[in-house]
Nanobody, 125 residues
């Protein structure tokens, strides 16, 4: 059974940076595509970024493009989300997700099979 554990969330002022980590365990990490989603209070969980199994292809939501970077280290079974130039509207619980191998990187929640418990990111103005 796959387990995902996020870390790195916290409180930061607007314009600051945070790096989230997601540790993957339970199966071989490398075939899985990985993604980050977020959910703000009163809103639906939304796609943030995704990365292909070998890191060669990434996708980003328009709202974070140019500010966030997703990466992975298959030797460490970990996926990262570097968040720069943070804005108050980035405040949310951030979730790591894993999905089986596909050539594409879908953005729908239903295309991911495993989820972490989430880590809170709060950006003050």
């Amino acid at each position: 059974q796959v387990q995902l554990v996020e870390s790195g969330g916290g409180f930061v002022q607007a314009g600051g940076s945070l790096r989230l980590s997601c540790a993957f365990s339970g199966r071989t990490f490398s075939p899985y595509r990985m993604a980050w989603f977020r959910q703000a209070p009163g809103k639906e969980r939304e796609f943030v970024a995704a990365i292909r199994w070998n890191g060669g292809i990434t996708e980003y939501a328009d709202s974070v493009k140019g500010r966030f970077t997703i990466s992975r280290d298959n030797a460490k079974n970990t996926v990262y989300l570097q968040m720069n130039s943070l804005k108050p509207e980035d405040t949310a619980v951030y979730y790591c997700a894993a999905g089986g191998f596909r050539v594409s990187l879908p953005r729908s929640r239903s295309s991911y099979d495993y989820w972490g418990q989430g880590t809170q990111v709060t950006v003050s103005s």
